[in-house]
């Protein structure tokens, strides 16, 4: 049983080929090897002629549903302890799941007073990202999603509300996803919606140096 499954969500009419290969990369070049990796694409593939260096799971049928489907069945799928949900467009640097695992095994930081037990459980764990073409102003959120930006947000994720973490940066026990029901709100910014809700009941802890991108 790995620590980490990380499920990869991928589609070729979206994300080129380099950009998919570049994020794998990522992860096959973790210092912890402590993980499987389960890469789903949406609907047959475009373009059958392209090496995958990996095993990858192609769906009947297109969703279209920005990967929920494909995070849901990942999510159903998987044997780790933990889920790590990732994007072909994202990218984890090489010590990323090494200091996540790290933060999931240190002993709690803040005590209940009331019972003596620790009250920042590991159920869920936070990481700050560079997160390409995104720009806060005022109360508004954008991203630019053209290729080649040459700007970035460091996005850390604290505190856990819509707009304020993306979908890469929270790790979750699995026990926890399934009894949620897996990834059940199938709509576009239900990352948010959810992760807002999941730290609500469960608390999290939060990873200190920026641990991936989003391009």
């Not at 890469?39 to 047959?44: A, E, K, L, S, V």
């Not at 489907?69 to 799941?97: C, Q, T």
């Not at 996803?177 to 609500?200: A, I, N, P, T």
């Amino acid at each position: 049983m790995p620590l980490f499954s990380i499920v990869v969500v991928h589609y070729q009419g979206v994300n080129s080929h380099e950009t998919f290969l570049r994020g794998i990369r990522s992860l096959q070049a973790q210092t912890c090897q402590d993980y499987e990796i389960l890469c789903y694409h949406d609907g047959p593939l475009l373009d059958s002629g392209v090496a995958f260096p990996l095993p990858i799971t192609c769906t009947e049928r297109r969703y279209g549903d920005w990967g929920h489907s494909l995070r849901d069945r990942g999510i159903r799928e998987a044997k780790g302890d933990y889920i790590v949900h990732f994007n072909a467009d994202n990218l984890l640097y090489p010590e990323a799941l090494a200091e996540i695992a790290k933060e999931i095994q240190r002993a709690p930081r803040v005590i209940d007073r009331a019972s003596g037990r620790g009250a920042d459980s590991n159920d869920i764990i936070i990481f700050p990202i560079k997160m390409w073409g995104l720009v806060k102003f005022r109360q508004h959120t954008v991203q630019f999603k053209a290729p080649h930006q040459d700007f970035y947000l460091i996005l850390n994720g604290v505190p856990p509300v819509l707009q304020n973490i993306d979908c890469m940066q929270l790790v979750m026990k699995r026990e926890l996803w399934l009894k949620e029901g897996g990834w059940h709100d199938k709509r576009e910014v239900s990352d948010g919606l959810m992760y807002q809700s999941f730290c609500q009941r469960y608390g999290y802890r939060h990873v200190g140096p920026v641990l991936g991108e989003h391009f």
